[in-house]
């Protein structure tokens, strides 16, 4: 008697993110996903227990992969470790990204249900810019002195939630443009060399795209 071979994980993954794209997230169980992925429901379960151990990883592999794009586009701009230029890649890579911009923009509900619905991981993934990452890019000289982090990062926040309530945008680059010249113009320090700007972000986007599993 012959057995069906496992089905790769990508394949179960890219079906649940089609799902959660287009029909919901409360469309996915394992039926829906083997249906998407022309399998079983025992198939799928060989490799996830439940349809939300799927949809976890689901979104730790989106938010991977959103924030290796940030970083390619850091490295590739020589003032990419200037604020201005760190928050313009963010808000392009949720925009770009039809789940992301699912997850984060237009249901939002929706992550937060898989999130609570987890109990085998500790994973907060956020696309917001928080005080403590302006504090750091200040520290490193990549940020005015006389900048609050603090109220910088709710700044940003009111500005990405408003992005988020009014969306879609016919002129969207053009807001994400006027966002960045505004920070460029009050927040970013004068600087040639952003380097170590890039450096802070590189660890901060490392320590937030690495969940870890309760003890």
Request: a negative charge; glycine letters at 6%.
């Amino acid at each position: 008697m012959t057995t069906s071979p496992v089905l790769d994980i990508d394949v179960i993954l890219d079906a649940a993110s089609d799902i959660v794209t287009n029909d919901g997230y409360q469309a996915v169980t394992l039926a829906s996903i083997a249906s998407r992925c022309g399998a079983s429901p025992d198939d799928v379960g060989k490799v996830f227990a439940t349809a939300n151990d799927a949809m976890v990883a689901m979104i730790n592999r989106e938010f991977t992969g959103m924030y290796g794009v940030i970083v390619q586009n850091i490295e590739c701009d020589p003032r990419g470790g200037l604020l201005s230029r760190l928050y313009t890649y963010m808000l392009s890579a949720v925009y770009e990204r039809p789940l992301a911009k699912t997850l984060f923009v237009l249901d939002r509900d929706a992550l937060g249900s898989i999130l609570r619905n987890s109990h085998s991981w500790e994973y907060l993934p956020t696309i917001a810019i928080r005080g403590e990452l302006i504090a750091a890019l200040q520290e490193a000289g990549m940020v005015r002195a006389d900048v609050d982090a603090n109220m910088v990062a709710s700044v940003l926040s009111a500005c990405s939630a408003g992005l988020a309530l009014t969306a879609p945008h016919d002129e969207l680059d053009l807001i994400i443009d006027g966002l960045s010249t505004m920070l460029a113009r009050a927040v970013d320090a004068d600087v040639t060399d952003t380097s170590a700007g890039k450096a802070v972000f590189y660890d901060w986007a490392t320590r937030l795209s690495m969940p870890s599993r309760d003890e």
